[in-house]
């Protein structure tokens, strides 16, 4: 086990060189959102946008889009209006990442989606909220999937996913669960567990319980993403974007209590945590 710090975590973060341009810090492509989750792409999206990604493309349902558009100024928005149009635009976009689930709702179809993006998208997926319980019942399908997955269940998901999770037995059940699916797995919680397929698990050492709001996962799910979609291999992503996520947690409560707080001022505040870079 590794815990993870302030120093461990932020000695991960690449500095940015004078030559660059935008498509130098990842192009991060977000399959999210549904008629009555309209928060969860604006959290993921503008969470890559804070951290630095260089492009952020939002695969949104049309019936949202108006929203969306007003909310969020540097996503590009990509917009559709069936699942098999949905599927199209994932698997013709360019992008280093796709962050694939939340919000995104629990139809047959939308289920049938992220299956075929597993098995046929080559670049790193982080597998998130409802593209999580897409594969609930067929975990199986993660051993299909031709590029390296990052999984963020909460104990709720992850209990879906593997039935035989032991919530006394923590660590051992996620290290099961990544040998055996050969994923990344980040368990949330209080300290959030990172399980690797090689058998290391890192246990984070920032956050609090005024994170425990609706929204903050969206949030940690595009920190993840956008640091992959900037060169950091998955599993040094996810350790690394927990404790950022975390510490950015914990600025918010000193500064507006666990109960004021709240996903929103997460954003903000990660770009507090970056700066201290």
């Not at 498509?23 to 492509?29: M, N, Q, S, W």
């Not at 604006?42 to 969470?47: D, E, N, R, T, V």
């Not at 100024?73 to 976009?93: C, V, Y």
């Not at 969206?218 to 998955?234: F, N, T």
Request: aromatic letters at 6%; charged letters at 20%; glycine letters at 10%.
């Amino acid at each position: 086990m590794v815990l993870v710090d302030e120093a461990l975590a932020l000695q991960n973060i690449p500095k940015r060189a004078a030559e660059t341009h935008k498509g130098d810090y990842g192009r991060v492509l977000i399959l999210s959102g549904s008629k009555n989750y309209v928060g969860a792409p604006f959290f993921a999206a503008q969470a890559a946008v804070n951290v630095g990604s260089g492009l952020v493309y939002l695969v949104i349902p049309d019936c949202i889009y108006p929203i969306l558009a007003q909310k969020l100024n540097e996503p590009i928005f990509l917009p559709f209006d069936s699942t098999e149009s949905a599927l199209k635009t994932m698997l013709h976009q360019k992008a280093d990442v796709c962050l694939i689930g939340p919000g995104l709702g629990n139809d047959r179809a939308v289920k049938a989606v992220v299956r075929e993006c597993l098995t046929r998208l080559s670049c790193p997926i982080v597998l998130d909220a409802d593209g999580l319980n897409a594969i609930a019942k067929h975990p199986e399908c993660l051993k299909e999937a031709n590029a390296p997955l990052v999984l963020t269940p909460h104990p709720g998901e992850f209990a879906r996913l593997f039935p035989a999770f032991d919530p006394s037995r923590r660590a051992e059940s996620a290290l099961a669960f990544a040998k055996e699916y050969q994923v990344t797995l980040v368990l949330k919680g209080h300290k959030t567990l990172v399980a690797t397929e090689n058998g290391t698990l890192y246990e984070n050492t920032s956050g609090n319980p005024g994170m425990a709001k609706g929204g903050s996962g969206d949030v940690l799910s595009g920190v993840i993403a956008s640091l992959i979609g900037q060169g950091i291999a998955p599993e040094i992503a996810a350790y690394t974007g927990v404790w950022l996520h975390g510490h950015a947690g914990d600025l918010c409560k000193e500064m507006f209590g666990e109960y004021g707080m709240n996903p929103t001022d997460l954003l903000q505040m990660l770009k507090t945590v970056l700066r201290g870079c």
